[in-house]
Nanobody, 118 residues
């Protein structure tokens, strides 16, 4: 069983930055594909970014050039650096992990709220 715990959410002004972090326990961290998802009120959960076992990354078009995902296998953490934040980035952000290269995550964190507002 894998436990994921996010931190770093909060309130930020448009154009500002936040860094989310997710700490994992249990399982073999280096074998996971790690994802960040988000869900805004009244909307479906959507994939924001993923980082694969070999370090390759993929981003949703709406965050390309603004967000960066990274992982530290030694510390069992995955981070999401979010720059140039927009009000439409407001959502609950979830860390997730999966063994498969495709498909839905096997494990989810509890989520952390990010609010972008002046």
């Amino acid at each position: 069983q894998v436990q994921l715990v996010e931190s770093g959410g909060g309130l930020v002004q448009p154009g500002g930055s936040l860094r989310l972090s997710c700490a994992a326990s249990g399982g073999i961290f280096r074998f996971y594909v790690l994802d960040w998802y988000r869900q805004a009120p009244g909307k479906q959960r959507e994939l924001v970014a993923e980082i694969r076992v070999d370090g390759r990354t993929n981003y949703a078009d709406f965050v390309k050039g603004r967000f960066t995902i990274s992982r530290d296998n030694a510390k069992k953490t995955v981070a999401l650096q979010m720059n140039t934040l927009k009000p439409e980035d407001t959502a609950v952000y979830y860390c997730a992990a999966r063994y498969s290269s495709q498909g839905d995550p096997d494990y989810w964190g509890q989520g952390t709220q990010v609010t972008v507002s002046s």
